[in-house]
């Protein structure tokens, strides 16, 4: 039993760092493809590094996924060693995963809506008018093709992986 759920923190492990990965080999492209949207549109290039808006691998688009996948780790490792941890704490960081995932799948299937509100609570004439699903689409012709299969793959491991581990706690 042990050793399942550690296999399944360690697939959740890995699905939460393809994320920086990703970022990080094709975030500049997607940037730059962003900023010729925006001059595109007559908007100031500056104007998304400016509003803290970026589609690299830093900051916290980096920090909140090794974050998990390094408490993933530490739990795989504990479930390994049999620790008399693991299972409590499987259930509190599983569970939160679980839910953080959900935010994640959410900001993904909104991120038009929510960057267009916040662009429009900036105050800035200049923003409010932006063709923000044209910004969004030039950003994601930056990624390779395969890195939307992938988002969903990440989803479904995460998803799945998080299920399992805690059903299996129930049953154990």
Wanted: with cysteine.
């Amino acid at each position: 039993m042990n050793v399942f759920i550690a296999v399944l923190q360690l697939l959740v492990a890995a699905a939460f760092v393809s994320i920086p990965v990703v970022r990080h080999r094709y975030g500049a492209a997607a940037m730059a493809g962003a900023e010729a949207e925006l001059e595109r549109q007559g908007v100031r290039r500056t104007a998304l590094a400016e509003n803290g808006m970026r589609f690299d691998a830093g900051g916290h688009e980096t920090a909140a996924p090794v974050s998990v996948a390094v408490i993933m780790t530490t739990l795989a490792g504990l479930n390994l060693a049999d620790s008399s941890w693991a299972g409590t704490l499987t259930w509190i960081f599983q569970s939160l995963v679980l839910l953080g995932n959900c935010v994640i799948l959410y900001s993904q299937l909104t991120a038009e809506q929510s960057v267009r509100s916040a662009f429009a609570r900036k105050g800035d004439p200049m923003l409010a008018r932006v063709d923000v699903k044209a910004l969004l689409k030039a950003a994601g012709v930056g990624f390779p093709a395969w890195v939307w299969t992938l988002q969903n793959v990440r989803h479904a491991v995460v998803f799945g992986a998080s299920a399992l581990a805690l059903l299996t706690l129930v049953v154990a």
